[in-house]
């Protein structure tokens, strides 16, 4: 073929041997149009002729077109388009310049018409040569009617189309096409869906053969767009500028350095904007002018992980941040595009450190299992805890400027729901760990202050607590670790303790309240306004609830324990002062709770409920059980005993 590369008998025959041997009928009508051009005799039109037709039995009991005939089909595809597209825009010329003015000039009329018939017979022939070639396929049917019914004003015709185009179906699945690939691995990316992950198809050049519809989705581009354009628009740089020097490399010496396995990269959207990848490129072609790669593209899945935070930073050799987990928002106090562009290093509080430990990840061929103890600064709280492990992807090459790193940083440290409110109480920052506790998405949070989650009547009177702190706050105040609410986007009531700090704004000097949230629970509300006692039948309190406050009565109930109810109720001192012991008033009591109870019961006491209540006072606890008798006689005398 080198050395004989117009004979028409030795096109005729490798037509053959691609058609007999190699099943490839878009190869061999591909040798049969350079025969046409070769002048042809009468004897080798025959064998054409023949040959067309092995050609197409073999496409009618195949499975429909392969990546190659796909390639072909794709150009006649746009060729016809662009042919129909020039008809309409002649069209569009007559009636403008019908519209222009009422006098219109003879010549420019006749100038008109004639552009129309000359487009319009030009798309004709180039849908007549396409659809001979592809008589079923659906898509250039389909688009063979819009020309018929809009162009030629042939509706009755073009409904016929429509209906055989509905009939073939107008899709096609690309990675159907690369089976039998002489040279593709695709075995290499395990379960591929097409519905989900991205396959882009480029030639020896890294010119975009053609995308599914998964890429299109992924990079934000509108359909068509991608196609003829370098795929390096779908990278940033360094990588962008060196793609087409890899392939050519490849190319030449054969030589592969990423092929047929995931790598982690970082891929650019149509904005602009990076994001993180798995990459895994397979050749499907033969070597030389007409390889062909495929690329299998598939999003980031979420670290995996024993239960800890992770948040992952991609960046390039020299440590630079190119995008972020959205998890940093949470973990670390800012969105995941405030982190482009700044040097990992910097985030962290031991700069030298983490330095060192990218360079000697960018040193060795795998970075895997090196792990370093750091903490990340956080924009509104201290610094966070973390366990820095780096990853390499991109170039395989060390000290290429396409290597990339993964950096995980997995949190040591639990982290809580919180937001930071300007001077004025607006929400400047909060995490997704507070949308989820109150129901509301985090950019309508954003744009909230606090009166709005607060219940009535706090809403009202929080203002002018919140602009005045220097007052002490009361023991039932957020301030000093009280249950309060918080209300949902339902309207329900959410119990929660806060804690609270100060910090200045970065840039505008404000001080910024920074509040954490910790859910509680309506139980642990009523714990700070009570005592809840357990006791033996001798009157002896064995223990108190975990929950009581210690300034509710004064004292702190953990001096109660062991210690007799007649030590701190002023009823039961009054009644061992008057008859010398107080088990009897204990065991009246509890006969008249059981009697209000239901007469002892077994159904109401599991039901929980209160069987009685009486109105008593409570004194700090006597010390001494000597003295208990006569502080009762004290109080008694005082007109201080509830009766």
């Known amino acids: ?174 990675l159907n096409m690369t089976r ?16 989900v992950d991205g396959l882009v198809i480029i030639n020896a050049q890294g010119v975009i053969m053609m995308v599914n519809a998964a890429t299109i989705t992924m990079f934000r581009y509108d359909k068509g767009e991608l196609e003829g354009k370098n795929v390096s628009i779908l990278m940033p740089a360094p990588i962008s500028t060196q793609h087409t020097g890899f392939l050519q490399r490849y190319v030449e010496t054969g030589e592969p350095h990423i092929l047929d396995r995931f790598r982690i990269m970082v891929a650019l959207h149509k904005a602009r904007t990076m994001f993180p990848i798995s990459l895994m490129t397979t050749r499907l072609a033969e070597m030389g002018s007409e390889t062909l790669f495929m690329g299998v ?6 670290a995996s992980t024993d239960g800890s935070e992770v948040v992952r930073f991609w960046t390039t050799a020299s440590g630079v941040v190119l995008c972020a987990d959205t998890a940093a928002a949470d973990s670390f106090g800012l969105d995941a595009a405030q982190y482009v562009g700044q040097p990992f290093a910097n985030l962290c509080t031991d700069v030298e450190a983490v330095n060192r430990c990218i360079t000697a990840a960018g040193d060795s061929e795998d970075s895997a299992g090196q792990l370093l103890q750091a903490q990340i600064i956080h924009t509104y709280l201290p610094a966070v805890d973390v366990e ?97 609410h918080l209300l949902a986007a339902n309207g329900a009531k959410i119990p929660v303790t806060l804690k609270m700090s100060k910090k200045e704004a970065v840039g505008t000097g404000h001080a910024l309240q920074i509040v954490q949230v910790f859910k509680s629970s309506d ?65 009246m009591l509890a006969q008249q709770a059981m009697h209000q109870s239901g007469g002892g019961d077994a159904d109401a006491r599991d039901a929980g409920h209160v069987a009685a209540s009486w109105r008593v006072g409570v004194h700090h606890p006597v010390k001494d059980d000597t003295l208990i008798a006569q502080h009762a006689a004290q109080l008694a005398n005082a007109g201080k005993v509830c009766s």
Request: charged share 20%; with cysteine; proline share 5%.
């Open 1 to 174: 073929m080198a050395r004989l590369p117009n004979d028409p008998a030795l096109l005729v025959m490798y037509a053959s041997f691609l058609i007999e041997v190699r099943k490839d009928g878009q190869g061999a009508r591909t040798q049969l149009q350079l025969l046409q051009k070769a002048s042809p005799s009468l004897l080798d039109n025959y064998n054409i002729f023949v040959a067309q037709q092995l050609a197409k039995q073999l496409r009618r009991d195949g499975d429909g077109l392969d990546l190659m005939g796909y390639v072909e089909y794709q150009r006649n595809y746009r060729s016809c388009v662009r042919v129909h597209k020039m008809a309409l825009m002649a069209q569009r010329a007559f009636w403008n310049t019908l519209l222009r003015s009422d006098k219109i000039p003879f010549r420019d009329m006749q100038r008109s018409l004639a552009l129309m018939a000359q487009t319009e017979a030009r798309a004709t022939a180039s849908y007549r040569r396409a659809l001979e070639r592809y008589p079923n396929n659906g898509k250039l049917l389909k688009v063979y009617g819009r020309f018929l019914e809009y162009v030629r004003n042939e509706p009755w015709t073009a409904s016929k189309y429509y209906a055989e185009a509905l009939k073939q179906g107008t899709g096609e699945s690309l």
């Open 180 to 195: 039998g690939q002489t040279g593709s691995d695709l075995a290499a990316a395990g379960t591929i869906n097409e519905k």
């Open 297 to 302: 593209i598939r999003k980031m899945p979420p």
């Open 388 to 484: 820095l492990s780096i990853q390499s992807g991109g170039s395989t090459e060390k000290g290429s400027d396409c290597r990339l790193f993964m950096i995980q940083a997995r949190v040591l440290s639990e982290s809580c729901a919180t937001m930071a409110l300007d001077p004025k109480a607006r929400v400047v920052y909060a995490t997704d760990k507070l949308s989820s506790m109150l129901g509301y998405p985090p950019a309508t949070l954003l744009k909230m202050d606090l009166n709005a989650m607060l219940p009535p009547p706090y809403n009202q009177m929080h203002g002018a607590w919140f602009k005045d702190q220097s007052r002490k706050p009361s023991p039932t105040s957020c301030r000093a670790g009280a249950v309060v």
């Open 523 to 587: 139980t642990a509300a009523l714990d700070q306004q009570r005592l809840l006692l357990d006791v033996n039948c001798k009157g002896n309190i064995l223990q108190i609830n975990a929950g009581a406050a210690t300034t509710l009565f004064g004292f702190d109930g953990a001096e109660l324990t062991n210690r007799p109810l007649a030590a701190v109720i002023d009823v039961f001192g009054f009644w061992r002062h008057k008859y010398g012991e107080d088990s009897s008033l204990l065991t």
